[in-house]
């Protein structure tokens, strides 16, 4: 059997019994008519129990967005929208811990492939290097974690929308979709499939909707977190996908829009767990 294939039990330390309180409000201005789309919305995933309310206002006039699944049971809210201003609250209590997100062939495939912004095939010759002794074990992880840690500066506002794990490996600094970019081209380099993932991550500074990929080790996606700056078991899965291509929070099909106001929340019932990067950690 493909060592992706087999499955193990995770979450030292695991929020399982914890209620997390997430949300979002979101205003933008839509300077020409457009197409909305919003993925800010929990991933309803089997083991978790969501208790949630969404509410999307056109010039103060309450509109019903379309819901569309997609990958990975990311829910994205679908909004035309005229010229105006459109606003959007988002609240939700999570219960539990999610199971394990299943693996199928496609995935497996999908992504080990360079993607837009992780262009593993320029990583190829260096990660080999860096990384291909220590196999597609659970070292790997922590290992790939600690190096793009430990050269990369968090540095709000250092990188473009554009910038890929190139640029920003070149750049030695950025903020979370950068070093999860990194992460997950590395790790496509020496042959571990890997995604970004947005989360919701309480404990989060500055708080914000956060970046964090997923690699496949031993048949679990475990999360990578190469910022630390939030522990991974309390973090809850909105959307999934090969990069933030896939992942944001918020685009546009034809018009103009400006992002005019955002805040986000998300805390934990009690204490915020402990997290080590030598820990293996599923989302939950």
Same mark, same amino acid.
Request: charge should be negative; aromatic fraction near 6%; proline fraction near 4%.
């Given at each position: 059997?493909?060592?992706w294939?087999?499955?193990?039990?995770?979450?030292?330390?695991s929020?399982?019994?914890?209620?997390?309180?997430?949300?979002?409000e979101?205003?933008?201005?839509?300077?020409?008519?457009?197409?909305?789309?919003?993925?800010i919305?929990v991933?309803?995933?089997?083991?978790?129990?969501?208790?949630?309310?969404?509410?999307?206002?056109?010039?103060?006039?309450?509109v019903e967005p379309?819901?569309?699944?997609?990958?990975?049971?990311?829910?994205?809210?679908?909004?035309p929208?005229?010229k105006g201003?459109?606003?959007?609250?988002? #609240?939700?209590?999570?219960?539990?811990? +999610?199971?394990? *997100?299943? %693996?199928?062939?496609?995935?497996?495939? =999908?992504? $080990?492939?360079?993607?837009?912004?992780?262009?593993a095939?320029?990583?190829?010759?260096?990660?080999?290097?860096?990384?291909?002794?220590?196999?597609?074990?659970?070292?790997?992880l922590?290992?790939?974690?600690?190096?793009?840690?430990?050269r990369?500066?968090?540095?709000?506002?250092?990188?473009?929308?554009?910038d890929?794990?190139?640029?920003?490996l070149?750049a030695?600094?950025?903020?979370?979709?950068?070093?999860?970019?990194?992460?997950?081209?590395?790790?496509?380099?020496?042959?571990?499939?890997?995604?970004?993932?947005?989360?919701?991550?309480p404990?989060?500074?500055p708080? #914000?909707?956060?970046?964090?990929?997923e +690699?496949?080790? *031993?048949? %679990?996606?475990?999360?990578?977190?190469? =910022?630390? $700056?939030?522990p991974?078991q309390?973090m809850?899965?909105?959307?999934?996908?090969?990069?933030a291509?896939?992942?944001?929070?918020?685009?546009?099909?034809?018009?103009a829009?400006?992002?005019?106001?955002?805040?986000?929340?998300?805390?934990?019932?009690?204490?915020?767990p402990?997290?080590?990067?030598?820990?293996?950690?599923?989302?939950g």
């Open positions: 059997m493909p060592a294939k087999r499955r193990t039990a995770t979450n030292e330390g929020t399982s019994g914890a209620s997390r309180r997430v949300g979002v979101i205003e933008v201005e839509v300077t020409e008519p457009a197409v909305l789309d919003f993925q919305a991933s309803r995933q089997p083991g978790i129990d969501v208790s949630e309310s969404l509410t999307i206002k056109h010039n103060g006039k309450a379309r819901e569309i699944i997609g990958a990975h049971q990311t829910r994205i809210h679908v909004v929208a005229d201003t459109v606003t959007l609250s988002y #609240d939700a209590t999570v219960l539990g811990h +999610a199971d394990p *997100d299943p %693996v199928t062939d496609i995935d497996a495939i =999908t992504y $080990l492939r360079p993607s837009r912004y992780a262009e095939d320029k990583f190829f010759g260096f990660a080999a290097t860096e990384f291909q002794q220590y196999g597609t074990s659970v070292t790997l922590e290992k790939v974690s600690s190096w793009v840690g430990t990369l500066n968090y540095v709000p506002g250092s990188s473009d929308p554009i890929g794990a190139a640029d920003t070149l030695g600094a950025g903020v979370c979709r950068d070093y999860a970019h990194l992460v997950i081209a590395l790790l496509r380099a020496v042959h571990v499939p890997a995604r970004l993932v947005a989360v919701y991550a404990g989060c500074q708080m #914000d909707f956060h970046a964090v990929a +690699a496949l080790i *031993d048949g %679990v996606w475990q999360v990578v977190d190469a =910022t630390c $700056l939030a991974r309390s809850v899965r909105i959307a999934t996908g090969r990069d291509a896939d992942t944001a929070f918020l685009d546009n099909h034809g018009g829009i400006n992002l005019q106001n955002m805040s986000v929340t998300a805390v934990v019932d009690g204490e915020l402990k997290d080590s990067v030598e820990q293996l950690v599923s989302l």
